[in-house]
């Protein structure tokens, strides 16, 4: 129960209306990349004039897609293998986020994007944290039976010669 | 009894950007293993469900590996 209600504290904010939502999208490729932090900077300014509050956010990045997507602009079809992936997380308003869709769907930069419900803590870095965590332990012990099997050989090497010599 | 991969790890958001551990639950035809094999909570099997179909929405992950 207590769970349940530290989940619903993190999606509501003190207003009471305003909820934790992220934007995933992809850029469509033909933006050159100077003029991606540009369009960066327009969303950034869009959600914040919707009343958003940016949380966290990733800078688009450039990366090859699972499997081609089509965009039609103007009646042209155009097929995409790259794109420039990127998410913003931010609270808002639960009413407004249907307008920030709508203002997205005119966007002619996006290939797509998806507005999902999350929790105001860092998703990524928790689990990038855990798993160095287990790649170094095994590390750890390799290095110290090294260091301690050293002496013990030497004394179990010389408890053997004297054993042999008084035989 | 294999443990939960999940509470194993202590993660308690399931992230459809965290696509190293999303495929770990992909067969090589890129098909959704079963809760049967994956040995996840119901609870959790069903988050990573989700996250998996917004990472293939996203072209992170694929519908179809041929």
Same mark, same amino acid.
């Given at each position: 129960?207590?769970?349940?209600?530290?989940?619903?504290?993190?999606?509501?904010?003190?207003?009471?209306?305003?909820?934790?939502?992220?934007?995933?999208?992809?850029?469509?490729?033909?933006?050159?990349?100077?003029?991606?932090?540009?369009?960066?900077?327009?969303?950034?300014?869009?959600?914040?004039?919707?009343?958003?509050?940016?949380?966290?956010?990733?800078?688009?990045?450039?990366?090859?897609?699972?499997? /081609?997507?089509?965009?039609?602009? /103007?009646?042209?079809?155009?097929?995409?293998?790259?794109?420039?992936?990127?998410?913003?997380?931010?609270?808002?308003?639960?009413?407004?986020?249907?307008?920030?869709?709508?203002?997205?769907?005119?966007?002619?930069?996006?290939?797509?994007?998806?507005?999902?419900?999350?929790?105001?803590?860092?998703?990524? /870095?928790?689990?990038?944290?855990?798993?160095?965590?287990?790649?170094?332990?095994?590390?750890?012990?390799?290095?110290?039976?090294?260091?301690?099997?050293?002496?013990?050989?030497?004394?179990?090497?010389?408890?053997?010669?004297?054993?042999?010599? /008084?035989? | 009894?294999?443990?939960?991969?999940?509470?194993?790890?202590?993660?308690?958001?399931?992230?459809? %950007?965290?696509?190293?551990?999303? %495929?770990?639950?992909?067969?090589?035809? +890129?098909?959704?293993?079963?809760?049967?094999?994956?040995?996840?909570?119901?609870?959790?099997?069903?988050?990573?469900?989700?996250?998996? %179909?917004?990472?293939?929405?996203? +072209?992170?992950?694929?519908?179809?590996?041929?």
């Amino acid at each position: 129960m207590l769970k349940a209600e530290n989940e619903e504290k993190n999606e509501m904010d003190e207003n009471g209306n305003s909820r934790i939502y992220e934007l995933g999208y992809l850029l469509v490729p033909t933006v050159p990349g100077e003029d991606v932090p540009a369009v960066f900077g327009n969303l950034k300014e869009l959600v914040s004039s919707l009343g958003g509050v940016v949380i966290s956010d990733e800078m688009p990045k450039m990366m090859p897609l699972a499997y /081609a997507m089509v965009k039609i602009t /103007a009646n042209v079809c155009n097929k995409f293998k790259t794109a420039y992936f990127g998410w913003t997380k931010f609270a808002m308003d639960s009413d407004k986020v249907s307008e920030l869709k709508k203002k997205l769907d005119l966007n002619p930069n996006f290939i797509r994007f998806l507005i999902i419900k999350t929790v105001k803590e860092n998703t990524i /870095a928790a689990k990038r944290f855990v798993r160095g965590e287990m790649r170094r332990r095994p590390r750890a012990d390799k290095n110290s039976e090294s260091g301690t099997t050293v002496p013990i050989n030497k004394d179990e090497i010389d408890k053997e010669i004297d054993a042999l010599v /008084a035989t | 009894m294999k443990q939960d991969y999940f509470s194993a790890n202590n993660i308690k958001y399931i992230d459809y %950007k965290d696509v190293e551990i999303l %495929k770990k639950f992909l067969n090589p035809n +890129g098909k959704i293993v079963s809760h049967k094999r994956t040995s996840v909570t119901s609870k959790n099997q069903r988050a990573l469900a989700s996250a998996v %179909k917004r990472a293939r929405f996203l +072209g992170l992950l694929p519908f179809v590996v041929k």
